[in-house]
């Protein structure tokens, strides 16, 4: 197996943001989801578009070998923060695995209770 490198890492990540991005645009029928340039310190996660309750959702897509959750979701937290997002998740790549229906999604209980139905949660990191 190839070695990692910065540009391989960089380049499957942002396949797995397109993909995260092309399937829910497909799912949701909305042409308005796409993959969002990167926007330094005031990062507003990867997918562009996602909305739910008439709020935004901030999406952070992951594809590393090495699982951080705990730091995934301060990150999707912090960028949902600067979005004005209700909520931030990530959806992570399972490797091995390209469908991207196949992927998986994390949360906090707070951030699925929201998209149950709950109100908005309040992030304080």
């Given at each position: 197996?190839?070695t990692r490198?910065?540009?391989?890492a ?18 949701l ?11 330094g310190a005031?990062?507003?996660g ?8 008439g ?11 090495r ?5 995934w979701?301060k990150?999707?937290?912090r ?10 998740i ?23 209770a929201?998209l ?7 992030y304080?990191e």
């Open positions: 197996m190839p490198t910065n540009r391989s960089r380049a499957a990540g942002t396949r797995h943001e397109t993909s995260v991005a092309t399937y829910l645009a497909q799912q029928q909305d042409d308005r989801i796409e993959r969002r340039a990167r926007a005031k990062d507003r990867d997918i562009a578009g996602i909305r739910y309750r709020r935004r959702v901030v999406i952070e897509a992951k594809n590393t070998t699982t951080n959750l705990a730091g979701i990150e999707a937290h960028e949902a923060g600067n979005d004005d997002a209700a909520v931030g990530v959806v992570a790549k399972r490797h091995g695995n390209a469908d991207p229906a196949d992927q998986w999604v994390h949360m906090t209980l707070a951030d699925l929201w149950l139905g709950a109100d908005a949660p309040t304080d």
